[in-house]
């Protein structure tokens, strides 16, 4: 006999706001690393975020900001997909 479970859709929102924080919290962190540690090596993943001077207000604001959106969009993406697979 089979049995069917039924799982939820994810709430796309919550999702956004989750991923949104654990990036900025990620580029801060890496941020802080590339700060601190003489050989630099979170520079690579916070490079991606902006052009600006790594120690300049800009590369903050620009670096917490693109995180934000870029959580926002795999919470887009990651949230449809997941919530379309699931209710097939």
Excluded: D, K
Excluded at 31 to 36: H, Q, T
Excluded at 41 to 58: D, Y
Aim: charged share 5%; hydrophobic share 60%.
């Amino acid at each position: 006999m089979a049995t069917r479970t039924h799982h939820a859709p994810l709430n796309i929102v919550a999702l956004g706001w989750g991923f949104s924080a654990a990036l900025a919290v990620l580029f801060v962190i890496c941020l802080m690393a590339a700060l601190l540690l003489p050989l630099r090596p979170a520079h690579g993943w916070v490079g991606l975020w902006s052009a600006a001077p790594l120690t300049s207000a800009q590369f903050w604001a620009e670096g917490i900001a693109y995180s934000i959106a870029a959580g926002w969009i795999g919470a887009g993406v990651f949230g449809a997909v997941y919530n379309y697979f699931v209710s097939r």
